[in-house]
Every structure is written in C-alpha cells, then in structure tokens.
C-alpha cells in the first residue's frame, strides 16, 4: 500500500454509497471536522485527510488538506473504519482466566459457561455488557453482533418482558457508545434427539413460532432506530431440531434479517449431524435454504470441500474467531478456502478469551501459516477489510465500515507511535496495525461524529476496568 496522493493538491474522495437515510445530511444537521495523519481509505493510506461530519455521517473526505483547519479535531495515528465485532457472546468475558486452571475440551469448558449464565438477570447482564461493550470500544470496536440467546428467568420461565434480557443487552451497548446488532438466537434442544438441561430451558421458546413471535416484538421496538439492528440466529444444527429450522429461515428471510449460526466448531457435532441426518451441517443448511448472501456461518472449523462450496458458492459469510478456536482447541478454520471460494470472511472476538481484533485479523494469516509452512496468504488490506466493511455488512449496516460521503461517521484512530508501532513508516501502516498493533494502542473511537474513546480513555463509561471486575465478581460471590 503506499500514500499515493500529492500533497500539495487536496483530492475529494467521491460517495460510492447511498446514505443510509436515503440522502446527504441537511444543511442544518450538527457538523464536526477531523483531520487525519494517515486514513486508509479504500485500500489505500492516505495522508492529511480531512473527513466533515454532518447529522452522524461523513459529508465529504478530501486527502492532501495542509495545513490543518482550526475548527478540525486532529487525529494522530492512522484511522480506519471503525471494527465490527460480528459474534460475541458478552457474557462469556466472565469467564476469561477461570477456564484456564484445567485441561478439557469445548465440552468440559461448556460446564463453565453454563454455571456462569445460570446467574445472569435483566439488571446483572445489563451491568456486564455495559463493561464488556466499553471494553470493545476500547479495543476500537463500533458495532458488536450479540448472539444472544440467555433469553428467560434461570428456571425457564418469562420475564414480565419476555424480551427484557435482550433490551439489557441493547440498553448497555447504548451506555457504550457502540452499535449493536442483536442476533436473537432460536435455541430448542439439548442436541440431536436431547431434551434441554437445567440451564438450557431458559435459553428456549419451545417452538420456532413462539421465538419469531418474541423476535417480532423486539423488530418493532427498533425499528427506528440508529443504533440497533435485530438479527437472527439459529445456535446450531444441534440446537434447533431438522423441522424447526425451515420457520426460522423464513422469518428472517421475510424480514431481510441478518441470520447467523454457529457450524462446524466441533467434529462432535459434525459425526453426530452425519449419524442423524446423513447430512454435514452445512448440506443440512443447504437443504432448508439457510446458505445465502444475507447469512453468516459462525467458526466453520470443520468443514469438507463439498462444505466449502455450498458456503462459497452461496455467498454465505464465514465469521473466524481464532483466539477463542485455540483457547478452547476447537482446530484452525479453513477461512482462506472459504474466502477463494466466494464466501466473505469476517471476525469475531466470541467467547472473549481477549477482546482484540488486530489479534483476530493476523491469527487468520498466522494460524493458515503454521498449516500450510507458507506464508502470505492474506493481504493485510483484505484483513483490514474483513475487521471493517465485510463485518458491518454481516451485522445488517451495509453502507458502514468505508470512510466515504454518505455513510455514518464510525472510526477508529490507531496510535503509531507507542513502543509496539514507532518507526513505522506510511506506505506500510496498514500492514504494521494489522501484524503488530493490539487493542491498546486504539486512541480514538467515534461513532457518529462524535468520541466514544478520546487519547485512550472512554468518554460514556467511568472506569471501565473497575466495572468489569465489580459486575464478573457478582456473579461468582
């Protein structure tokens, strides 16, 4: 990548999308300035590049703006579109060091995860992701997809609300400063043929029709909104039975929702779904018409070629969270197959391991590295495109994750000049963020138009570290 403009002449960077309201910003909307060190904008590093803010979107870009305008707010680093987060489960950052003190598998680690979700209420998950989410935009995170499926009371039964675990969860990403895309999750069985444990039946509606029903009324609570987007999800092959999983696809087909579910992550699952259905996971998909542009697979660790080509071929989305794959030694994705074979790539920090999307960006080349004994597989501006753009189209914000007229106004500023970055030189910024930078060097985070995280502090959330350890500490006591 090199800085390719002169300097001298200022260059306006044209819209290439419709905003997401259907038009420009009024006259009259609120309107800021930034003025960037360095910008990578459409696979390029530019320098001085001044992005105008108007009404929560970017109004215009112009490259090579010397010297800086007095009412611009200067950003030093590089700064990008802000990162999307496409699959995280926020309650598992409870977890993070507990599960470390034993050998296991995902099944043992599972044990721990349920005992720690059997604590969770409106108030205590609302207090957690509130602290989780501040922690994401820390780490330079905009949007977050929240596959949420703690939907009921620990015993099963409904909250007066029946939705009032997913508006804590929305309500918190709103005291963070992020956006979020609530992924409701449609959660039926114990797995094939199982009946539901203890922790389990507060996770189910019973039936696909009383999960669109609840969904329903979540979809018209946001339907305005600016902030929130609700998906859909289907937690797995295993969790919603072969006759449930057609109703699901439709509704969020006739809604145009984002759907997303977790496949593959275990060979378990993948031998059990052969034993039950004569069908991988991914053809028992492919058979209910669950693969497709607006659907995103989650892990897709173990997959055949056969897979590999329903995925691609349909342009489903695969989302890779690798730290948490090599926490809880799940095995390395073939996410560089998918991605040749059509299917975009995106990232998620899932089970919070670590809240890290530089780190979940080069595992993807590292981990294809240590497979294959060869290097450069990804370029680092196809990482950089699958932490930003490809992830908010996942997520439902197609026209978020590009710093261009016409979409909102989410950026992450990256310091290049903290002891991992200094001496980085312009031409390669990019491929330094990407292979050495981590979530604390993000300097500035800002969501339409305006600082969730400025010189490394949070703007909303007091404290953050304090909150983490108060809201994970009550659900252990």
Not at 403 to 409: E, I, K, N, R, V
Request: some cysteine.
């Amino acid at each position: 990548m090199t800085s390719s403009e002169n300097p001298q002449t200022a260059t306006t960077i044209p819209a290439t999308t419709p905003s997401p309201n259907g038009g420009a910003a009024s006259a009259g909307a609120d309107r800021r300035a930034f003025w960037c060190e360095l910008a990578w904008i459409n696979g390029e590093i530019k320098s001085k590049v001044l992005i105008e803010v108007a009404g929560g979107q970017i109004s215009a870009v112009t490259c090579g703006v010397k010297p800086r305008p007095q009412n611009a707010e200067k950003l030093t680093g590089l700064t990008i579109p802000g990162l999307a987060n496409v699959h995280s489960h926020a309650f598992h950052r409870a977890l993070r060091g507990r599960t470390q003190i034993e050998s296991g598998t995902f099944w043992t680690w599972r044990e721990r995860m349920y005992a720690a979700a059997a604590h969770l209420d409106p108030d205590s998950y609302r207090e957690l992701a509130t602290a989780v989410f501040a922690e994401m935009a820390l780490a330079g995170v905009t949007a977050v997809g929240e596959f949420h499926y703690v939907h009921h009371s620990p015993k099963g039964g409904l909250y007066q609300d029946p939705n009032a675990m997913g508006h804590a969860l929305t309500e918190a990403a709103e005291a963070a400063g992020i956006r979020i895309t609530l992924l409701d999750t449609c959660y039926l069985s114990g797995g094939f043929d199982n009946e539901l444990n203890d922790v389990q039946r507060r996770f189910s509606d019973g039936d696909a029709g009383r999960w669109a029903e609840r969904v329903e009324a979540l979809r018209k609570a946001y339907a305005g909104s600016d902030t929130v987007r609700i998906g859909a999800a289907v937690h797995s092959v295993r969790a919603v039975p072969v006759d449930q999983l057609s109703p699901v696809v439709a509704f969020a087909a006739e809604n145009e929702m984002p759907l997303h579910v977790h496949l593959s992550e275990q060979r378990a699952e993948n031998d059990a779904c052969l034993a039950r259905h004569h069908k991988t996971p991914t053809e028992l998909l492919h058979a209910h018409g669950a693969l497709g542009p607006r659907t995103t697979a989650v892990h897709a660790t173990h997959l055949s070629q056969m897979d590999i080509d329903l995925l691609g071929t349909s342009a489903t989305a695969v989302c890779m969270c690798p730290t948490t794959e090599r926490d809880l030694a799940d095995g390395i994705g073939p996410a560089h197959a998918v991605h040749l074979a059509g299917s975009p790539v995106n990232l998620g920090t899932d089970s919070h391991a670590m809240i890290d999307l530089f780190e979940e960006a080069r595992a993807v080349e590292l981990d294809e590295r240590l497979r294959t004994e060869r290097r450069g597989h990804w370029l680092a501006s196809e990482l950089l495109q699958a932490a930003t753009t490809d992830g908010h189209a996942s997520l439902g914000w197609p026209t978020t994750g590009r710093l261009q007229p016409g979409t909102p106004a989410d950026f992450t500023t990256i310091a290049l000049d903290t002891v991992r970055l200094a001496g980085v030189q312009p031409a390669h910024a990019a491929e330094s963020v990407i292979f050495a930078a981590t979530a604390a060097d993000v300097r500035h985070v800002v969501v339409a138009g305006k600082f969730t995280v400025r010189d490394h502090q949070h703007m909303l959330v007091d404290d953050v570290p304090g909150r983490l350890a108060a809201t994970i500490g009550a659900i252990f006591k």
